[in-house]
């Protein structure tokens, strides 16, 4: 102990200087948008090395078990191709149905959080891969999150499971939408709101996304009704939606950009301006 306290007092004035350094450091990031970015992407950068490293060591591991979830949607995509008609209660996505606006690019997920309220995942793809902020992120089985910041070669994710993340999401069996969030208690179930009290709704209804929006194509499943009610006004239905991905155990997945985005947005932009 008294070898500690006498390193402290021989080296007070460099300690002094490095917590300052540290301390202007850390305000800086946090009042700069810029230097917070370069911050982020330094931050992805070397958390992504590591948990690529990781990630490769348990997906070493896992081989068996994602040839399985592998076999299972090649499969799946031989009923599409060998069968007329497809299975519309299946949850699983045939990007060939959005046609050609819509580009998918596959990756890995190689940091996963579902436990706290914001949760973020990190995926194995960034700018090389021409990946920008706002991109839609899925899965075989169904919505993930959007593309929150990227850097060279990973992308932070904000996952549905995010408290601030609202998407718009409508039932599959009418036209009717509202906005998807998350209320923080469950993993498997997600919040949907606006929803009109005339619309038709029943206990195992798909929810899908709307497509109202520049980031996903319409269609991507979300899963089904669990439970609903009308809200206090009892004006419109507050569902809980069972999720068809099993948030706790993501690897692979496919990122969407929509090719005519800035398109859309432009217009948008016009309409309110």
């Not at 709704?201 to 996903?216: C, E, L, N, Q, Y």
């Not at 950009?257 to 432009?266: C, G, L, P, R, T």
């Amino acid at each position: 102990m008294q070898q500690i306290v006498n390193f402290i007092l021989r080296n007070k004035t460099f300690l002094l200087f490095a917590f300052l350094l540290f301390i202007s450091l850390m305000l800086t990031i946090q009042s700069h948008n810029y230097h917070r970015s370069r911050f982020i992407n330094s931050a992805n950068f070397l958390s992504g090395g590591i948990y690529n490293t990781s990630n490769s060591i348990s997906e070493y591991f896992n081989l068996k078990k994602q040839n399985t979830l592998l076999q299972e949607e090649n499969n799946k995509l031989k009923n599409i191709l060998y069968n007329s008609e497809n299975n519309l209660k299946s949850a699983f996505i045939d990007s060939l149905q959005f046609g050609k606006n819509y580009k998918f690019t596959p990756g890995l997920v190689i940091k996963n959080s579902y436990s706290s309220t914001n949760n973020v995942l990190l995926v194995n793809r960034g700018k090389k891969d021409s990946i920008t902020q706002d991109f839609g992120v899925i899965t075989s089985k169904g919505i993930l999150g959007i593309i929150e910041d990227t850097g060279k070669n990973y992308s932070t994710v904000l996952s549905i499971l995010n408290t601030t993340s609202r998407i718009s999401a409508q039932l599959k069996k009418t036209n009717h939408f509202g906005s998807l969030s998350w209320n923080a208690i469950s993993p498997r179930e997600i919040q949907l709101t606006e929803i009109p009290k005339i619309a038709p709704i029943a206990k195992g209804d798909t929810i899908i996304t709307s497509g109202r929006s520049a980031i996903f194509p319409k269609g991507v499943p979300i899963g089904t009704v669990s439970n609903f009610k009308l809200d206090n006004a009892e004006n419109y239905y507050e569902i809980n939606v069972t999720l068809f991905n099993d948030m706790t155990n993501i690897e692979h997945v496919y990122i969407i950009e929509n090719k005519d985005k800035q398109i859309i947005e432009n217009l948008i932009n016009s309409i309110n301006d």
